[in-house]
């Protein structure tokens, strides 16, 4: 977009490990950090200069932390509590203090912002007491919903409710939609849940979905021989936080009745923390019961953070992804993968069913049903004819519709709608 007035943006991600090179796969530290840094490194290529505010947790980062290549893109870190991380659920009790500490920063720094965007909840709230400070637009993108996640979760409803606080969550979530200038979500699917959950009705909503660095992310050119790696020459990748939503019991249960059919496939599963917070810990020990109860471990191997120089060529050398999720908003790593040519396998209930069209540039399946969700990982690892067509046509959907730039532009015509 050409013709607009923006010259410096506030983003707000508060909870989880924000630097300008993420380690992407840490608790709380996954597609939203990515979503973030890359819609504001496509914003400062059209000339707006971006701040994105964190919780300064570790005394060994900077205060001011600058985006390598993007001089006008900056981590800033605001003190809040103790010097500690502290899990999403948890964080609310420190928003006040983060809230007064942040604005301090601005009238000290004499920073003048056209608007402020608050990510997920805890950042959101903070965005209305900012936006009324200091007389801007506040916008909020939410990335993932209490109520809906609420629904997808299974288990007793009162430890999920001590571990995921979504009382609380949702009420301030309602706060937040009332209280603010507009409002993005990343799929329509979101849009009918927000309908469907908080009655919102509101027009001031708009559907913007993540987007894809497609300079880095695209398939192996004809001819060119595949970067070599470590990994297994045959694999299944999957790639996420590891984390209770995610469906790794479920992957693991269906994978070990693929093994009984096909002897030389491995799983590969990238993400996690070097130092694994509880939560963490106890699905970890969850997955390795599970291989051990269906004696796989030789068959499923952890590959933990991905270097940058290996996230390509791990996409592009896999037979396919797979995102098991049971309650997955969107899935920016299964769009990495379509860009890459890579087939994907994804869960029915993730918001990726509003891009991906089952049979056409990918699958669809429930991960719950073992059988079904083997069957499917059976029958691409056996079509290569299958994959390589769901490969092409699923590049070449995200490459022509899901760029950041394309991205960028929509989030500038959405600021000036709702710039009231």
Same mark, same amino acid.
């Given at each position: 977009?050409?013709?607009?007035?923006?010259?410096?943006?506030?983003?707000?991600?508060?909870?989880?490990?924000?630097?300008?090179?993420?380690?992407?796969?840490?608790?709380?530290?996954?597609?939203?950090?990515?979503?973030?840094?890359?819609?504001?490194?496509?914003?400062?290529?059209?000339?707006?200069?971006?701040?994105?505010?964190?919780?300064?947790?570790?005394?060994?980062?900077?205060?001011?932390?600058?985006?390598?290549?993007?001089?006008?893109?900056?981590?800033?870190?605001?003190?809040?509590?103790?010097?500690?991380?502290?899990?999403?659920?948890? #964080? +609310?009790?420190? /928003?006040?203090?983060? $809230?007064?500490?942040?604005?301090?920063?601005?009238?000290?720094?004499?920073?003048? *912002? @056209?608007?402020?965007?608050?990510?997920?909840?805890?950042?959101?709230?903070?965005?209305?007491?900012?936006?009324g400070e200091f007389g801007k637009p506040g916008y909020f993108t939410a990335h993932?919903?209490?109520?809906?996640?609420?629904?997808?979760?299974?288990?007793?409803?009162?430890?999920?409710?001590?571990?995921?606080?979504?009382?609380?969550?949702?009420?301030?979530?309602?706060? #937040? +939609?009332?209280? /603010?200038?507009?409002? $993005?979500?990343?799929?329509?699917?979101?849009?009918?849940?927000?309908?469907?959950? *908080? @009655?919102?009705?509101?027009?001031?909503?708009?559907?913007?979905?993540?987007?894809?660095?497609?300079?880095?992310?695209?398939?192996?050119?004809?001819g060119k021989p595949p970067v070599r790696t470590d990994l297994p020459e045959k694999?299944?990748?999957?790639?996420?936080?590891?984390?209770?939503?995610?469906?790794?019991?479920?992957?693991?249960?269906?994978?070990?009745?693929?093994?009984?059919?096909?002897?030389?496939?491995?799983?590969? $599963?990238?993400?996690?923390?070097?130092?694994?917070?509880?939560?963490?810990?106890?699905?970890?020990?969850?997955?390795?019961?599970?291989?051990?109860?269906?004696?796989?471990?030789?068959?499923?191997?952890?590959?933990?953070?991905?270097?940058?120089?290996?996230?390509?060529?791990?996409?592009?050398?896999?037979?396919?992804?797979?995102?098991?999720?049971?309650?997955?908003?969107?899935?920016?790593?299964?769009?990495?993968?379509?860009?890459?040519?890579?087939?994907?396998?994804?869960?029915?209930?993730?918001?990726?069913? $509003?891009?991906?069209?089952?049979?056409?540039?990918?699958?669809?399946?429930d991960p719950s049903d073992t059988e079904e969700f083997a069957a499917s990982m059976?029958?691409?690892?056996?079509?290569?004819?299958?994959?390589?067509?769901?490969?092409?046509?699923?590049?070449?959907?995200?490459?022509?519709?899901?760029?950041?730039?394309?991205?960028?532009?929509?989030?500038?015509?959405?600021?000036?709608?709702?710039?009231?």
């Amino acid at each position: 977009m050409k013709n607009h007035s923006y010259k410096h943006i506030a983003m707000l991600s508060t909870h989880g490990y924000f630097d300008p090179v993420p380690l992407l796969g840490r608790t709380d530290t996954g597609g939203q950090v990515l979503y973030v840094l890359e819609l504001s490194k496509a914003l400062s290529r059209i000339g707006i200069s971006v701040d994105i505010y964190t919780r300064w947790f570790d005394p060994q980062k900077k205060e001011i932390d600058p985006v390598p290549g993007y001089p006008d893109v900056r981590v800033i870190r605001i003190p809040a509590g103790p010097r500690e991380f502290v899990i999403k659920e948890k #964080i +609310y009790p420190l /928003l006040p203090e983060l $809230t007064a500490n942040l604005a301090g920063f601005i009238r000290n720094h004499h920073l003048d *912002y @056209d608007l402020f965007h608050g990510h997920y909840v805890d950042a959101g709230i903070i965005t209305i007491d900012l936006a009324g400070e200091f007389g801007k637009p506040g916008y909020f993108t939410a990335h993932s919903l209490g109520a809906w996640k609420r629904e997808r979760m299974e288990g007793d409803p009162g430890e999920m409710e001590k571990e995921f606080n979504f009382r609380h969550r949702i009420e301030e979530e309602k706060r #937040i +939609y009332s209280s /603010l200038s507009g409002h $993005t979500v990343t799929t329509q699917l979101q849009l009918e849940k927000l309908r469907e959950h *908080y @009655d919102y009705q509101e027009e001031n909503v708009v559907v913007i979905p993540p987007g894809v660095n497609i300079h880095k992310f695209k398939p192996l050119q004809p001819g060119k021989p595949p970067v070599r790696t470590d990994l297994p020459e045959k694999y299944i990748y999957c790639l996420s936080r590891i984390d209770s939503n995610k469906g790794y019991d479920l992957l693991l249960n269906a994978f070990a009745k693929v093994c009984k059919r096909i002897d030389d496939v491995y799983l590969v $599963t990238g993400g996690g923390s070097a130092h694994p917070e509880p939560r963490e810990k106890e699905v970890l020990d969850m997955m390795y019961r599970i291989m051990k109860e269906n004696k796989i471990e030789d068959k499923v191997i952890f590959v933990g953070h991905v270097a940058e120089n290996l996230m390509v060529p791990y996409y592009q050398n896999a037979q396919f992804f797979v995102m098991p999720s049971i309650f997955e908003p969107f899935g920016m790593t299964a769009q990495e993968s379509m860009a890459s040519g890579v087939p994907v396998i994804a869960s029915k209930f993730g918001g990726i069913n $509003t891009v991906l069209t089952h049979e056409k540039d990918g699958l669809l399946i429930d991960p719950s049903d073992t059988e079904e969700f083997a069957a499917s990982m059976i029958r691409l690892l056996n079509d290569p004819t299958l994959r390589e067509r769901l490969g092409k046509e699923a590049s070449k959907l995200i490459r022509g519709n899901f760029s950041w730039e394309a991205m960028a532009d929509r989030h500038l015509r959405f600021y000036q709608k709702y710039a009231v």
